[in-house]
């Protein structure tokens, strides 16, 4: 089992960054491959991007390209999302999930993440 922290939401304007982080502890985290997602008021949870168990291979939801980048760092368990040229419309809740090895296909799908953190609010003003 791991456990999962978010942390660096907020409030920001048009056009700016944040870079969120999920804190794993528990099991080993390159057991698991890694996805975030996010979550606006009266929407469904959406797929953002996800990274691969060894951070090689990335896939990101046709909204957020080349504006976000998902990345991991296997020695410190951790999980990163930066969020560039931010837009109000990517004002949501961001979760990060954990999807235990072995997997295969894109991870798209919320159901097949097997833990989530709690969350951290993001909010772009326009």
């Known amino acids: 089992q791991v456990q999962l922290v978010e942390s660096g939401g907020g409030l920001v304007q048009t056009g700016g960054s944040l870079r969120l982080s999920c804190a794993a502890s528990?099991?080993?985290?390159?057991?698991?491959?890694m996805g975030w997602f996010r979550q606006a008021p009266g929407k469904e949870r959406e797929f953002v991007a996800r990274?691969?168990?060894?951070?090689?291979?990335?896939y990101y939801a046709d909204s957020v390209k080349g504006r976000f980048s998902i990345s991991r760092d296997n020695a410190k368990n951790t999980l990163y999302l930066q969020m560039n040229n931010l837009k109000p419309e990517d004002t949501a809740v961001y979760y990060c999930?954990?999807?235990?090895?072995?997997?295969?296909?894109?991870?798209?799908?919320?159901?097949?993440?097997?833990?989530w953190g709690q969350g951290t609010q993001v909010t772009v003003s326009s």
């Open positions: 990274i691969s168990w060894i951070g090689s291979t990335t």
């Open positions: 999930a954990a999807k235990n090895r072995p997997y295969a296909g894109t991870l798209y799908n919320s159901q097949e993440y097997d833990y």
């Open positions: 528990g099991r080993t985290f390159d057991n698991y491959a």
